[in-house]
Nanobody, 120 residues
Framework: VQLQASGGGLVQAGGSLRLSCVVS????????MGWYRQLPGKQCDLVAD???????NYVDSVKGRFTISRDNAKSTVYLQMNSLKPEDTAVYYC???????????????WGRGTQVTVSS
C-alpha cells in the first residue's frame, strides 16, 4: 500500500491550494482518511479527517477555511485550503486506515509529506 500526496507549493497569504492523496496497492478497504501537518519545530498534528461515510472533523484553526473530501472510487482524499495564512506553513502528510489484502488487518499508512509555504 502506498500513499502519494501532491499539490503543495508556495502561495501568498489569502491564496488557495488543493492537496490530493491517492492510495494505491492491493486494498480491500479504506476507512478513515486524513491530513496532518508538521509546523516547523512542532509535532505532527491532525488538520482534518473524513470517515468512509463522509463525516468530517477539523482542527479549530482551519474551520471555515479548509475542506476535506474523498472520492472512494478513486481511493483519493483531498484538502482544499482557502484563505491561507503564514501560520499554515508546514509539511502536510496524508494518512489512511487501510485493510490490505496482504495482511487483512486494518493498519495506518502514511504518505510522504508535501510542503506548503504561505508567504505574508
Amino acid at each position: 500500500v502506498q500513499l502519494q500526496a501532491s499539490g503543495g507549493g508556495l502561495v501568498q497569504a489569502g491564496g488557495s491550494l488543493r492537496l490530493s492523496c491517492v492510495v494505491s496497492g492491493s486494498i480491500s478497504r479504506i476507512d478513515d482518511m486524513g491530513w496532518y501537518r508538521q509546523l516547523p519545530g512542532k509535532q505532527c498534528d491532525l488538520v482534518a479527517d473524513i470517515t468512509s461515510a463522509g463525516s468530517v472533523n477539523y482542527v479549530d484553526s482551519v474551520k471555515g477555511r479548509f475542506t476535506i473530501s474523498r472520492d472512494n472510487a478513486k481511493s483519493t482524499v483531498y484538502l482544499q485550503m482557502n484563505s491561507l495564512k503564514p501560520e499554515d506553513t508546514a509539511v502536510y502528510y496524508c494518512n489512511a486506515e487501510v485493510v490490505a489484502t496482504r495482511t487483512w488487518k486494518l493498519q495506518d499508512y502514511w504518505g510522504r509529506g508535501t510542503q506548503v509555504t504561505v508567504s505574508s
